[in-house]
C-alpha cells in the first residue's frame, strides 16, 4: 500500500484504476475523524467529476494502488 498523508486529504484529487460507470476522476469533499481523536480520520467522502455522485470509503483505502491512484491521470 501507498502511504496517504490524512493531513492533506481534503480536497485532494484521486484517479480510480478501474472507473465504473465512465467514472474515473474524484475529489475528496469531505474527511470524517474520530470522535476521540481528532488526529484520527476514519472515512472519506468522494465526489465523483463526471455526475457529482458521492461516496463514502474507509480511508486507507486510497492507500490500496490497486484501486486508487494520487492525482487526475
Do not use: C, I
Amino acid at each position: 500500500p501507498m502511504p496517504v498523508n490524512h493531513k492533506k486529504l481534503h480536497g485532494s484529487k484521486w484517479t480510480a484504476v478501474t472507473p465504473r460507470e465512465r467514472e474515473k476522476h474524484f475529489l475528496v469533499v469531505k474527511v470524517e475523524y474520530d470522535a476521540d481523536d481528532a488526529q484520527k480520520p476514519l472515512r472519506v467522502t468522494l465526489e465523483a467529476v463526471l455526475s457529482s455522485r458521492h461516496f463514502t470509503l474507509p480511508w486507507r483505502e486510497l492507500g490500496d494502488t490497486a484501486q486508487w491512484q494520487p492525482g487526475w491521470l
